[in-house]
């Protein structure tokens, strides 16, 4: 079988995409620890409980620990999260064929993609940079809460060319979000996250948190009705 890459492959039929039966898409192996396991998920679940998406764009995926193939011939990069615009999860993912974000199928490389350091094994800033760029994914993301590349804590980059260019300020204006530093409590556990924030810096909200954002207005507004006499319907 010939080596198969996402532009190859733009106007193929389906009888010609490459055979992916023999290609490992999960290899259950654990996550290397609850920290990383604990932001990935803030970074993922938020945008589904209350992201509308950027604005032209069809949809989106936020997945943590999927392997993104860009060739059919090369092992996969597994990056901690990723975010691509414009792409729908097949109906049938148990398939094989659907089990990871193969680049033929999905059309396109993600826009973004996060790598959480936990230590110096992961090559972040050397062979994992070099693939991202190749894969053509836009913004590289690095996040070393510890600092153990010896960097600043959050790092991210422009794909210019063909190499990455560190970016100054926290905004990705190509998917309308952005990123930051955010000190607080998230299940129980007080720490310095990394957050999707919007355009203009507010943050994205989990699930809990827009709840909760409710629960208080409501209150706000029973008390405004019962300061003028109103007693408001439960």
Known sequence: MTDITLTDTALLPEDLLPDVNHLITEDDQPL?????????????????????????????????????????????????????????????????????YFFWEFGKPPEVVIEIVSNKEGNETGRKMLDYAQMRVIYYVIFDPTQQLG???????????????????QGLADVELGLCLWEGVYEGKRNIWLRWCDVGGVIIPTGAERAEQERSRSECLAAQLRALGVEPEV
């Not at 901690?80 to 729908?88: E, K, R, T, Y």
């Not at 999860?89 to 064929?97: C, G, I, M, P, Y």
């Not at 980059?157 to 990455?164: H, I």
């Open 151 to 169: 960097g600043e804590v959050l790092q991210i980059y422009e794909l210019q060319g063909r190499q990455y260019v560190r970016k100054s300020e």
């Open 32 to 100: 290397d620890n609850l920290p990383s396991e604990k932001q990935q998920r803030l970074l993922t679940e938020p945008l589904y409980s209350s992201w509308n998406g950027a604005s032209n764009a069809e949809g989106f995926l936020v997945a943590a620990n999927v392997a993104l193939y860009f060739s059919s011939k090369k092992p996969p990069v597994v990056p901690d999260v990723f975010l691509s615009l414009d792409v729908q999860v097949a109906e049938n993912w148990w398939e094989k064929r659907h089990r990871s």
